[in-house]
């Protein structure tokens, strides 16, 4: 089990963490700190069985986030470096932007052929 070193103790998130290190190795801790960005190297399967969502992220210092798992949720992530557990990291489905089509033009009776000239 995985103790959470030099994080606050005022705040966790409760119940247990799943995931696999960098070596590839699965470890389990419990109750880790809440809004407190974790180093944590690792990437591949996860199990958030907390009561908060975790973000992660691409180097140590939590600012490049490349996935989020809701609480009581589990799956695989891409390579990270740190962890924030955080009810600001609930994971967002992802806007969709529909190409819009270009606006058409109307053709001209100014007798300059298909483009107006």
Not at 21 to 33: E, F, I, Q
Not at 57 to 67: H, L, N
Request: proline share 9%; with cysteine.
């Amino acid at each position: 089990m995985l103790l959470w070193p030099n994080a606050p103790m005022a705040a966790a998130a409760e119940g247990t963490f799943t995931y696999t290190d960098a070596a590839g190795v699965s470890k389990t801790s419990a109750n880790p700190p809440d809004d407190y960005c974790v180093v944590l190297a690792g990437k591949g399967e996860i199990a958030n069985d907390t009561d908060k969502p975790v973000g992660f992220y691409k180097t140590g210092d939590c600012k490049e986030k490349v996935a989020s798992v809701a609480k009581g949720d589990s799956g695989s992530v891409p390579q990270y470096g740190s962890v924030m557990f955080s009810r600001n990291n609930a994971p967002q489905s992802e806007p969709t932007h529909a190409a819009k089509p270009a606006p058409r033009r109307q053709q001209s009776d100014s007798g300059g052929g298909l483009l107006g000239l």
